[in-house]
Protein backbone atom coordinates (compact mmCIF):
# COMPACT_ATOMS: atom_id res chain seq x y z
CA UNK A 1 0.00 0.00 0.00
CA UNK A 2 2.49 2.54 0.99
CA UNK A 3 4.80 1.63 -1.96
CA UNK A 4 1.60 2.71 -4.30
CA UNK A 5 1.03 5.79 -2.42
CA UNK A 6 4.34 6.46 -2.88
CA UNK A 7 4.22 5.57 -6.99
CA UNK A 8 1.65 7.33 -7.17
CA UNK A 9 3.12 10.84 -5.36
CA UNK A 10 5.97 10.27 -7.45
CA UNK A 11 3.50 9.63 -10.87
CA UNK A 12 1.81 13.57 -10.02
CA UNK A 13 5.16 15.36 -9.19
CA UNK A 14 6.59 14.11 -12.39
CA UNK A 15 3.33 14.77 -14.07
CA UNK A 16 3.43 18.37 -12.74
CA UNK A 17 6.65 18.89 -13.88
CA UNK A 18 5.92 17.94 -17.18
CA UNK A 19 2.60 20.34 -17.08
CA UNK A 20 5.01 23.06 -15.62
CA UNK A 21 7.64 22.46 -19.01
CA UNK A 22 4.50 21.99 -21.28
CA UNK A 23 2.49 24.85 -20.53
CA UNK A 24 5.09 27.19 -20.68
CA UNK A 25 6.16 29.74 -22.85
CA UNK A 26 8.98 28.60 -24.61
CA UNK A 27 10.90 32.39 -23.64
CA UNK A 28 14.52 31.72 -22.54
CA UNK A 29 15.62 34.11 -19.69
CA UNK A 30 17.17 37.56 -21.07
CA UNK A 31 20.54 38.24 -22.19
CA UNK A 32 22.30 39.96 -24.99
CA UNK A 33 21.07 39.19 -28.23
CA UNK A 34 23.75 37.37 -30.41
CA UNK A 35 24.29 36.92 -33.94
CA UNK A 36 23.48 33.47 -35.79
CA UNK A 37 25.50 30.71 -35.41
CA UNK A 38 28.25 31.80 -33.31
CA UNK A 39 25.59 33.25 -30.89
CA UNK A 40 27.49 35.69 -28.09
CA UNK A 41 30.66 34.36 -28.58
CA UNK A 42 31.81 37.99 -29.57
CA UNK A 43 30.14 39.57 -26.57
CA UNK A 44 32.42 38.12 -23.81
CA UNK A 45 35.37 40.23 -23.85
CA UNK A 46 38.61 38.13 -23.60
CA UNK A 47 40.32 41.33 -21.69
CA UNK A 48 38.66 41.33 -19.01
CA UNK A 49 37.07 38.73 -15.94
CA UNK A 50 34.31 36.96 -17.59
CA UNK A 51 32.79 37.47 -14.45
CA UNK A 52 32.43 41.04 -14.13
CA UNK A 53 30.67 40.79 -17.57
CA UNK A 54 27.90 39.18 -16.51
CA UNK A 55 28.05 41.02 -13.30
CA UNK A 56 27.41 44.00 -15.45
CA UNK A 57 25.01 42.06 -17.74
CA UNK A 58 22.54 41.48 -14.38
CA UNK A 59 22.20 45.48 -14.05
CA UNK A 60 20.60 45.47 -17.51
CA UNK A 61 19.04 41.76 -17.63
CA UNK A 62 18.61 40.36 -13.78
CA UNK A 63 19.74 37.23 -11.84
CA UNK A 64 18.99 34.51 -14.47
CA UNK A 65 20.79 35.32 -17.79
CA UNK A 66 20.82 33.52 -20.76
CA UNK A 67 23.55 33.46 -23.42
CA UNK A 68 24.54 30.54 -25.93
CA UNK A 69 27.67 29.99 -27.75
CA UNK A 70 27.69 27.95 -31.07
CA UNK A 71 24.34 26.61 -30.12
CA UNK A 72 25.12 25.76 -26.38
CA UNK A 73 23.02 27.00 -23.88
CA UNK A 74 24.18 28.70 -20.53
CA UNK A 75 22.50 30.56 -17.84
CA UNK A 76 24.56 32.43 -15.48
CA UNK A 77 23.57 32.75 -12.12
CA UNK A 78 24.10 36.24 -10.60
CA UNK A 79 22.62 35.89 -6.89
CA UNK A 80 22.08 32.92 -4.48
CA UNK A 81 18.57 33.42 -3.93
CA UNK A 82 18.43 31.86 -7.97
CA UNK A 83 21.90 30.04 -7.56
CA UNK A 84 20.06 27.92 -4.51
CA UNK A 85 16.73 27.76 -6.18
CA UNK A 86 18.11 25.93 -8.92
CA UNK A 87 21.43 24.20 -7.99
CA UNK A 88 20.26 22.82 -4.67
CA UNK A 89 16.26 23.07 -4.37
CA UNK A 90 16.30 21.42 -7.82
CA UNK A 91 19.41 19.67 -7.74
CA UNK A 92 18.01 16.40 -9.06
CA UNK A 93 18.45 17.74 -12.50
CA UNK A 94 20.60 20.30 -12.17
CA UNK A 95 23.67 17.72 -11.44
CA UNK A 96 25.24 16.52 -14.51
CA UNK A 97 28.53 17.47 -15.80
CA UNK A 98 29.14 18.61 -19.59
CA UNK A 99 31.33 16.30 -21.66
CA UNK A 100 34.11 18.30 -23.08
CA UNK A 101 35.62 15.87 -25.91
CA UNK A 102 39.20 16.49 -24.87
CA UNK A 103 38.54 15.70 -20.84
CA UNK A 104 37.23 12.51 -22.62
CA UNK A 105 39.89 11.39 -24.48
CA UNK A 106 42.55 11.63 -21.74
CA UNK A 107 40.00 10.03 -19.45
CA UNK A 108 39.52 12.92 -16.69
CA UNK A 109 35.73 12.21 -17.10
CA UNK A 110 36.61 8.85 -14.91
CA UNK A 111 37.07 11.25 -12.01
CA UNK A 112 34.73 12.30 -9.53
CA UNK A 113 34.69 15.75 -10.34
CA UNK A 114 34.38 15.29 -13.90
CA UNK A 115 32.12 12.14 -14.19
CA UNK A 116 28.35 13.16 -14.80
CA UNK A 117 25.51 12.10 -12.39
CA UNK A 118 26.18 8.78 -13.02
CA UNK A 119 26.21 5.70 -10.40
CA UNK A 120 29.64 5.55 -10.59
CA UNK A 121 29.88 9.19 -9.64
CA UNK A 122 27.61 8.96 -6.66
CA UNK A 123 29.56 5.66 -5.72
CA UNK A 124 32.54 7.76 -5.65
CA UNK A 125 31.02 10.73 -3.94
CA UNK A 126 29.63 7.87 -1.27
CA UNK A 127 33.13 6.79 -0.90
CA UNK A 128 34.78 10.05 -0.07
CA UNK A 129 31.82 11.27 2.02
CA UNK A 130 31.74 8.31 4.30
CA UNK A 131 35.41 9.09 5.11
CA UNK A 132 36.29 12.75 5.25
CA UNK A 133 33.15 13.54 7.31
CA UNK A 134 31.43 13.70 10.46
CA UNK A 135 33.01 11.43 13.02
CA UNK A 136 35.47 10.11 10.38
CA UNK A 137 37.07 13.00 10.21
CA UNK A 138 38.76 13.51 13.29
CA UNK A 139 40.63 10.56 12.53
CA UNK A 140 42.97 12.33 9.88
CA UNK A 141 43.97 15.24 12.26
CA UNK A 142 46.75 13.44 13.82
CA UNK A 143 48.42 13.63 10.16
CA UNK A 144 47.29 17.62 9.60
CA UNK A 145 48.80 18.43 13.29
CA UNK A 146 51.72 16.23 12.47
CA UNK A 147 52.56 18.21 9.21
CA UNK A 148 51.68 21.72 10.53
CA UNK A 149 54.27 20.72 12.99
CA UNK A 150 56.87 21.02 10.72
CA UNK A 151 55.95 24.00 8.93
CA UNK A 152 57.51 26.47 11.39
CA UNK A 153 61.23 25.31 10.91
CA UNK A 154 61.34 24.56 7.28
CA UNK A 155 60.21 28.20 7.22
CA UNK A 156 63.08 29.37 9.22
CA UNK A 157 65.70 27.40 7.23
CA UNK A 158 64.51 28.91 3.68
CA UNK A 159 61.91 31.66 3.97
CA UNK A 160 62.04 32.30 0.34
CA UNK A 161 60.18 29.45 -0.09
CA UNK A 162 57.06 29.35 1.76
CA UNK A 163 54.75 29.39 -1.07
CA UNK A 164 56.55 25.89 -1.88
CA UNK A 165 55.87 24.67 2.01
CA UNK A 166 52.66 25.90 2.23
CA UNK A 167 51.99 23.73 -0.70
CA UNK A 168 53.97 20.63 0.70
CA UNK A 169 51.81 20.59 3.62
CA UNK A 170 48.74 20.17 1.83
CA UNK A 171 49.97 17.87 -0.22
CA UNK A 172 51.40 15.96 2.57
CA UNK A 173 48.63 15.13 4.25
CA UNK A 174 46.43 14.17 1.20
CA UNK A 175 49.55 11.76 -0.21
CA UNK A 176 49.54 10.47 3.93
CA UNK A 177 45.99 10.07 4.55
CA UNK A 178 44.85 8.69 1.15
CA UNK A 179 47.69 6.51 0.67
CA UNK A 180 49.73 6.23 3.81
CA UNK A 181 53.03 7.63 1.65
CA UNK A 182 55.17 10.36 2.93
CA UNK A 183 56.30 12.33 -0.06
CA UNK A 184 59.79 13.64 -0.53
CA UNK A 185 60.67 16.93 0.22
CA UNK A 186 62.58 17.81 -3.24
CA UNK A 187 61.81 15.82 -6.92
CA UNK A 188 58.70 13.67 -5.12
CA UNK A 189 57.90 10.97 -7.85
CA UNK A 190 54.13 11.03 -7.21
CA UNK A 191 54.36 14.97 -6.86
CA UNK A 192 55.70 16.00 -9.56
CA UNK A 193 53.57 13.52 -12.00
CA UNK A 194 50.21 14.85 -10.10
CA UNK A 195 51.34 18.87 -10.66
CA UNK A 196 52.08 17.98 -14.16
CA UNK A 197 48.44 16.77 -14.74
CA UNK A 198 46.66 19.55 -13.10
CA UNK A 199 48.71 22.16 -15.87
CA UNK A 200 47.71 19.28 -18.50
CA UNK A 201 44.03 19.71 -17.39
CA UNK A 202 43.96 23.60 -17.69
CA UNK A 203 45.24 23.28 -21.39
CA UNK A 204 42.69 20.64 -21.86
CA UNK A 205 39.90 22.61 -20.76
CA UNK A 206 40.43 25.59 -22.92
CA UNK A 207 37.10 26.55 -24.99
CA UNK A 208 39.31 27.44 -27.52
CA UNK A 209 40.51 23.95 -28.57
CA UNK A 210 39.71 22.98 -31.18
CA UNK A 211 38.87 19.65 -30.46
CA UNK A 212 36.44 21.16 -27.69
CA UNK A 213 34.37 23.06 -30.12
CA UNK A 214 34.60 20.40 -33.00
CA UNK A 215 34.08 16.97 -31.39
CA UNK A 216 33.98 14.92 -34.82
CA UNK A 217 37.63 15.82 -35.12
CA UNK A 218 38.41 12.85 -32.85
CA UNK A 219 37.09 10.26 -35.35
CA UNK A 220 39.75 11.71 -37.86
CA UNK A 221 43.41 10.24 -37.85
CA UNK A 222 45.43 11.82 -35.03
CA UNK A 223 48.42 12.18 -37.41
CA UNK A 224 46.42 14.04 -39.69
CA UNK A 225 47.76 17.96 -39.73
CA UNK A 226 45.43 19.95 -37.47
CA UNK A 227 44.55 17.51 -35.59
CA UNK A 228 46.90 18.41 -32.56
CA UNK A 229 44.97 18.29 -29.96
CA UNK A 230 43.70 15.15 -30.57
CA UNK A 231 47.81 14.35 -30.22
CA UNK A 232 47.96 15.95 -27.00
CA UNK A 233 44.85 14.46 -25.20
CA UNK A 234 46.19 10.96 -25.80
CA UNK A 235 49.50 12.60 -24.31
CA UNK A 236 47.57 13.94 -21.42
CA UNK A 237 45.74 10.54 -21.01
CA UNK A 238 49.23 8.76 -20.41
CA UNK A 239 50.08 11.15 -17.69
CA UNK A 240 46.78 10.37 -15.65
CA UNK A 241 46.96 6.89 -15.30
CA UNK A 242 50.30 6.96 -14.07
CA UNK A 243 48.74 9.64 -11.49
CA UNK A 244 46.21 7.17 -10.94
CA UNK A 245 48.33 3.99 -11.09
CA UNK A 246 51.25 4.95 -9.11
CA UNK A 247 50.98 5.93 -5.77
CA UNK A 248 48.02 2.83 -5.62
CA UNK A 249 50.29 0.52 -6.84
CA UNK A 250 53.05 1.35 -4.30
CA UNK A 251 50.43 1.03 -1.59
CA UNK A 252 49.50 -2.33 -2.70
CA UNK A 253 53.18 -3.36 -2.43
CA UNK A 254 53.22 -1.66 0.94
CA UNK A 255 50.05 -3.09 2.08
CA UNK A 256 51.34 -4.15 5.79
CA UNK A 257 52.75 -0.82 6.69
CA UNK A 258 50.24 0.49 8.97
CA UNK A 259 50.34 4.05 7.39
CA UNK A 260 49.20 2.07 4.67
CA UNK A 261 46.39 -0.16 6.16
CA UNK A 262 44.91 3.36 7.74
CA UNK A 263 44.80 5.11 4.75
CA UNK A 264 41.72 6.38 2.67
CA UNK A 265 42.65 4.09 -0.02
CA UNK A 266 42.95 0.98 2.37
CA UNK A 267 39.27 1.90 3.90
CA UNK A 268 37.79 2.68 0.32
CA UNK A 269 38.46 -1.05 -0.71
CA UNK A 270 37.48 -2.41 2.42
CA UNK A 271 34.65 0.35 2.37
CA UNK A 272 31.31 -2.44 2.51
CA UNK A 273 30.22 -0.24 -0.02
CA UNK A 274 29.07 -1.94 -3.31
CA UNK A 275 31.40 -0.96 -5.40
CA UNK A 276 32.43 -2.69 -8.80
CA UNK A 277 36.28 -3.31 -9.09
CA UNK A 278 39.55 -1.75 -7.83
CA UNK A 279 39.00 0.73 -10.23
CA UNK A 280 36.50 3.17 -8.30
CA UNK A 281 38.44 2.87 -5.16
CA UNK A 282 41.92 3.68 -7.39
CA UNK A 283 40.58 6.66 -8.97
CA UNK A 284 38.55 7.81 -6.24
CA UNK A 285 41.59 7.67 -4.13
CA UNK A 286 42.93 9.85 -7.20
CA UNK A 287 40.80 12.55 -7.23
CA UNK A 288 41.73 13.77 -3.52
CA UNK A 289 45.35 15.34 -4.65
CA UNK A 290 43.49 16.13 -8.04
CA UNK A 291 40.79 18.24 -6.57
CA UNK A 292 42.07 18.69 -2.84
CA UNK A 293 45.84 20.01 -3.71
CA UNK A 294 45.81 23.30 -5.82
CA UNK A 295 42.56 24.57 -4.37
CA UNK A 296 43.34 24.29 -0.78
CA UNK A 297 46.91 25.91 -1.37
CA UNK A 298 46.07 28.46 -3.41
CA UNK A 299 43.81 29.55 -0.45
CA UNK A 300 46.60 29.61 1.82
CA UNK A 301 48.62 31.36 -0.64
CA UNK A 302 45.94 34.14 -1.03
CA UNK A 303 45.30 34.06 3.15
CA UNK A 304 49.20 34.85 3.36
CA UNK A 305 48.69 37.69 1.18
CA UNK A 306 45.98 38.80 2.99
CA UNK A 307 47.48 38.82 6.67
CA UNK A 308 50.83 41.06 4.75
CA UNK A 309 47.97 43.80 3.09
CA UNK A 310 45.98 43.75 6.55
CA UNK A 311 48.73 44.18 9.68
CA UNK A 312 45.67 44.80 11.55
CA UNK A 313 43.89 41.67 11.07
CA UNK A 314 47.00 39.45 11.78
CA UNK A 315 48.11 41.49 15.09
CA UNK A 316 43.93 40.92 16.33
CA UNK A 317 44.82 37.02 14.92
CA UNK A 318 48.04 37.00 16.89
CA UNK A 319 46.51 38.08 20.09
CA UNK A 320 43.81 35.90 19.72
CA UNK A 321 46.05 32.59 19.35
CA UNK A 322 48.41 33.94 22.40
CA UNK A 323 45.12 33.84 25.14
CA UNK A 324 44.35 30.71 23.84
CA UNK A 325 47.65 29.00 23.19
CA UNK A 326 49.74 30.97 25.59
CA UNK A 327 52.98 29.24 24.55
CA UNK A 328 52.71 26.45 22.20
CA UNK A 329 51.55 25.78 18.95
CA UNK A 330 47.68 25.18 18.02
CA UNK A 331 45.78 21.92 17.88
CA UNK A 332 42.79 20.62 15.92
CA UNK A 333 41.35 20.87 19.24
CA UNK A 334 41.86 24.53 19.46
CA UNK A 335 39.65 25.18 16.84
CA UNK A 336 36.12 25.89 18.82
CA UNK A 337 38.26 28.58 20.58
CA UNK A 338 39.48 30.19 17.99
CA UNK A 339 36.83 31.92 15.59
CA UNK A 340 38.59 34.88 14.55
CA UNK A 341 41.13 32.53 12.30
CA UNK A 342 38.48 30.67 11.27
CA UNK A 343 36.68 33.84 10.16
CA UNK A 344 39.91 34.48 8.31
CA UNK A 345 39.35 31.75 6.12
CA UNK A 346 36.30 32.58 5.27
CA UNK A 347 36.83 36.20 4.11
CA UNK A 348 39.96 34.86 2.38
CA UNK A 349 37.46 32.77 0.41
CA UNK A 350 35.00 35.72 -0.31
CA UNK A 351 38.04 37.92 -1.25
CA UNK A 352 40.43 35.63 -3.35
CA UNK A 353 37.68 33.18 -5.09
CA UNK A 354 38.97 30.60 -6.54
CA UNK A 355 36.89 30.27 -9.50
CA UNK A 356 34.30 32.86 -9.74
CA UNK A 357 32.31 30.27 -11.67
CA UNK A 358 33.36 27.11 -9.45
CA UNK A 359 32.53 24.29 -11.51
CA UNK A 360 29.64 24.53 -13.81
CA UNK A 361 26.25 22.20 -13.55
CA UNK A 362 24.67 21.00 -16.40
CA UNK A 363 20.76 20.35 -16.84
CA UNK A 364 19.64 16.97 -17.60
CA UNK A 365 16.02 17.63 -18.39
CA UNK A 366 14.01 20.89 -19.54
CA UNK A 367 13.28 23.36 -17.29
CA UNK A 368 11.70 26.56 -16.29
CA UNK A 369 12.20 29.10 -13.66
CA UNK A 370 10.30 31.97 -12.68
CA UNK A 371 8.31 31.68 -16.12
CA UNK A 372 11.54 31.39 -18.09
CA UNK A 373 12.38 28.36 -20.26
CA UNK A 374 15.79 26.39 -19.73
CA UNK A 375 16.56 23.43 -22.15
CA UNK A 376 17.91 20.45 -21.35
CA UNK A 377 21.62 20.89 -21.59
CA UNK A 378 22.01 24.24 -20.39
CA UNK A 379 25.65 24.84 -18.96
CA UNK A 380 24.75 26.75 -15.57
CA UNK A 381 27.23 28.80 -14.49
CA UNK A 382 26.90 30.33 -10.75
CA UNK A 383 28.43 33.52 -11.13
CA UNK A 384 30.24 33.09 -7.03
CA UNK A 385 32.25 36.82 -8.01
CA UNK A 386 28.71 38.80 -8.54
CA UNK A 387 27.66 36.82 -5.07
CA UNK A 388 30.80 37.71 -3.34
CA UNK A 389 31.00 41.00 -4.22
CA UNK A 390 27.49 42.22 -4.19
CA UNK A 391 27.39 44.72 -1.54
CA UNK A 392 23.71 44.55 -0.50
CA UNK A 393 25.27 40.95 1.15
CA UNK A 394 28.64 42.25 2.08
CA UNK A 395 28.97 45.97 2.82
CA UNK A 396 32.53 47.97 1.68
CA UNK A 397 32.84 44.36 -0.29
CA UNK A 398 36.46 45.34 -1.45
CA UNK A 399 37.68 45.56 2.23
CA UNK A 400 39.23 42.70 3.54
CA UNK A 401 36.95 42.38 7.32
CA UNK A 402 36.90 39.04 9.09
CA UNK A 403 34.42 41.05 11.12
CA UNK A 404 32.10 40.43 8.75
CA UNK A 405 31.69 36.81 9.49
CA UNK A 406 31.69 37.34 13.47
CA UNK A 407 29.00 38.66 15.78
CA UNK A 408 25.16 37.77 16.10
CA UNK A 409 24.13 38.88 12.63
CA UNK A 410 27.39 37.33 10.17
CA UNK A 411 27.20 38.25 6.73
CA UNK A 412 27.20 35.05 3.98
CA UNK A 413 29.43 32.59 5.25
CA UNK A 414 31.43 32.49 1.85
CA UNK A 415 31.83 28.31 2.47
CA UNK A 416 28.30 28.22 1.19
CA UNK A 417 29.18 29.29 -2.93
CA UNK A 418 32.93 29.49 -2.71
CA UNK A 419 32.80 25.03 -1.87
CA UNK A 420 29.87 24.98 -4.90
CA UNK A 421 26.46 23.76 -4.80
CA UNK A 422 23.81 21.10 -3.83
CA UNK A 423 24.89 17.64 -4.89
CA UNK A 424 27.87 18.26 -6.27
CA UNK A 425 28.75 20.06 -3.43
CA UNK A 426 32.76 19.52 -1.97
CA UNK A 427 33.50 16.72 -0.42
CA UNK A 428 36.53 17.72 0.63
CA UNK A 429 35.13 20.82 2.43
CA UNK A 430 35.57 19.74 6.10
CA UNK A 431 39.22 18.05 5.51
CA UNK A 432 39.93 21.86 3.56
CA UNK A 433 38.66 24.03 6.21
CA UNK A 434 40.52 21.59 8.98
CA UNK A 435 44.01 21.76 7.60
CA UNK A 436 44.03 25.60 6.63
CA UNK A 437 42.74 26.77 9.81
CA UNK A 438 45.36 24.97 11.32
CA UNK A 439 48.08 25.74 8.50
CA UNK A 440 47.24 29.43 9.10
CA UNK A 441 46.74 29.35 12.83
CA UNK A 442 50.22 27.98 13.15
CA UNK A 443 51.99 30.15 10.80
CA UNK A 444 50.39 33.12 12.33
CA UNK A 445 51.69 32.07 16.22
CA UNK A 446 55.22 31.91 15.37
CA UNK A 447 55.67 34.34 12.46
CA UNK A 448 54.92 37.83 11.22
CA UNK A 449 54.22 38.19 7.83
CA UNK A 450 55.35 41.83 6.76
CA UNK A 451 55.49 43.30 3.19
CA UNK A 452 58.54 42.98 1.30
CA UNK A 453 59.97 46.05 -0.22
CA UNK A 454 63.69 45.59 -0.50
CA UNK A 455 66.39 43.42 1.50
CA UNK A 456 66.06 45.73 4.25
CA UNK A 457 62.96 43.78 5.24
CA UNK A 458 64.55 40.71 5.19
CA UNK A 459 64.49 37.63 2.81
CA UNK A 460 62.02 37.61 0.12
CA UNK A 461 58.84 35.18 -0.33
CA UNK A 462 57.95 35.71 -3.50
CA UNK A 463 54.21 33.85 -4.01
CA UNK A 464 51.45 34.13 -6.75
CA UNK A 465 50.96 34.47 -10.11
CA UNK A 466 50.29 36.78 -13.15
CA UNK A 467 47.14 35.90 -14.77
CA UNK A 468 45.17 36.50 -17.80
CA UNK A 469 41.52 36.52 -17.12
CA UNK A 470 40.09 33.41 -17.21
CA UNK A 471 37.47 30.87 -16.15
CA UNK A 472 39.95 28.81 -14.97
CA UNK A 473 39.52 26.92 -11.62
CA UNK A 474 41.47 26.99 -9.22
CA UNK A 475 43.11 29.88 -9.44
CA UNK A 476 46.21 31.60 -7.66
CA UNK A 477 46.29 34.99 -6.09
CA UNK A 478 48.17 37.93 -7.78
CA UNK A 479 52.21 37.60 -7.09
CA UNK A 480 53.20 39.35 -4.07
CA UNK A 481 56.33 39.47 -2.04
CA UNK A 482 56.54 38.85 1.69
CA UNK A 483 58.79 38.33 4.45
CA UNK A 484 58.89 35.91 7.24
CA UNK A 485 60.14 37.19 10.70
CA UNK A 486 59.76 35.06 14.08
CA UNK A 487 57.41 37.04 16.10
CA UNK A 488 59.89 37.26 18.85
CA UNK A 489 62.91 35.09 20.97
CA UNK A 490 60.47 32.90 22.44
CA UNK A 491 59.15 31.93 19.14
CA UNK A 492 62.12 30.48 18.28
CA UNK A 493 61.27 27.51 20.61
CA UNK A 494 58.10 26.14 18.62
CA UNK A 495 60.83 25.41 15.52
CA UNK A 496 61.40 22.36 17.52
CA UNK A 497 65.64 22.80 16.90
C1 LIG B 1 39.88 25.31 -0.36
C2 LIG B 1 39.70 24.09 -0.77
C3 LIG B 1 38.65 23.65 -1.73
C4 LIG B 1 37.72 24.36 -2.44
C5 LIG B 1 37.49 25.86 -2.43
C6 LIG B 1 36.96 23.42 -3.22
C7 LIG B 1 35.93 23.80 -4.06
C8 LIG B 1 35.22 22.90 -4.84
C9 LIG B 1 34.18 23.27 -5.79
C10 LIG B 1 33.72 24.69 -6.10
C11 LIG B 1 33.75 22.14 -6.35
C12 LIG B 1 32.64 22.02 -7.42
C13 LIG B 1 31.31 21.85 -6.75
C14 LIG B 1 30.15 21.95 -7.69
O1 LIG B 1 30.22 21.39 -8.80
O2 LIG B 1 29.13 22.57 -7.35
C15 LIG B 1 34.48 21.03 -5.77
C16 LIG B 1 34.30 19.72 -6.11
C17 LIG B 1 35.04 18.69 -5.58
N1 LIG B 1 36.00 18.76 -4.59
FE1 LIG B 1 36.63 20.43 -3.68
N2 LIG B 1 37.41 22.16 -2.97
C18 LIG B 1 38.45 22.24 -2.06
C19 LIG B 1 39.17 21.20 -1.52
C20 LIG B 1 38.94 19.87 -1.75
C21 LIG B 1 39.60 18.77 -1.10
C22 LIG B 1 40.66 18.90 0.01
C23 LIG B 1 39.11 17.62 -1.66
C24 LIG B 1 39.41 16.17 -1.37
C25 LIG B 1 40.11 15.71 -0.45
C26 LIG B 1 38.14 17.99 -2.64
C27 LIG B 1 37.42 17.12 -3.42
C28 LIG B 1 36.47 17.49 -4.35
C29 LIG B 1 35.77 16.54 -5.22
C30 LIG B 1 35.99 15.04 -5.28
C31 LIG B 1 34.88 17.31 -5.99
C32 LIG B 1 33.90 16.80 -7.05
C33 LIG B 1 32.51 16.64 -6.48
C34 LIG B 1 31.48 16.26 -7.54
O3 LIG B 1 31.64 16.63 -8.69
O4 LIG B 1 30.53 15.57 -7.18
N3 LIG B 1 38.05 19.37 -2.68
N4 LIG B 1 35.37 21.53 -4.84
Redesign the pocket.
Known sequence: MDSLIVKASIGLVVAGALWRVARAPRKLPPGPRGYPIIGNLLDVPLDKEFWMTFREWGQQWGDVLHMSIFGIHFVILNSMEATKDL?EKRGKIYSA?ASLPMFEIAEYDK?????TNNKR?SD??KL?MQF?TGKELPKLFPVIEDECAKLPAKIYKNPAKLGDYLEQGVVGI?MRTTYGYTPAEEHDQFTHITFKLLDEMLVAARPTNLLNIFPFMRYLPAWLPGNGNLRTALKFRETMHKVVDGPYEWAQAHKDDPNVAQSLCARFQNSGLDIDDRSLAEWTAA??FI??AD??TF?LHAATKAMMLNQDVQKKAQAELDAVLGHRLPTMADRPNLPYVDAILKET?RWHL??PF????MLDTDDVYNGFFIPKGTIVL?NMGAIASDPTVYPEPEKFKPERHLGDKPQLDSAQY????????????A??QA??FLVLATVLKVYDILPWTSEKDGVKAEIGEEREPSMD??RRPTPYACAMKLRNEASYELLGL
Do not use: D, Y
Open positions: LRLVAFEWGRILIVQAGTTTSLGGAPHPNFGFGRRVCPGKLAEMMP
